[in-house]
């Protein structure tokens, strides 16, 4: 998906005034990605919550393909599970209190380093 995300929690979304406390929150998004180019937004003002440095204001994935994310772990598996490269999935996110629904053309995994 070409993206960096945390999961979402009650004082995350307390910080942004959301009712979801759920999903997970993108804080970076990487340029000329599969998100990038599904107009997926990531975090643009640093904060500290629970005594961690986050990027928020971004994005918020709470479901993809209509089955609901609830954290990074649900996320990887079932990108993981259910999905191939090249693959569109519909990716469910909260923008500024507002739920939508964009396709996203998934790309290939980086190896890991």
Known sequence: MGI???DNSYDIAAQE???VTYGVLVEQVVSGGPADKAGIKAGTTQVTVDGNQLLVGGDIIIAINGNRIVDEDALSTYLVENTLPNQTI???IVRNGQTMTVPLVLGTRPSPS
Request: no cysteine.
């Open 4 to 6: 960096g995300v945390v």
């Open 17 to 19: 005034g959301l009712t």
């Open 90 to 92: 519909n990716v469910t």
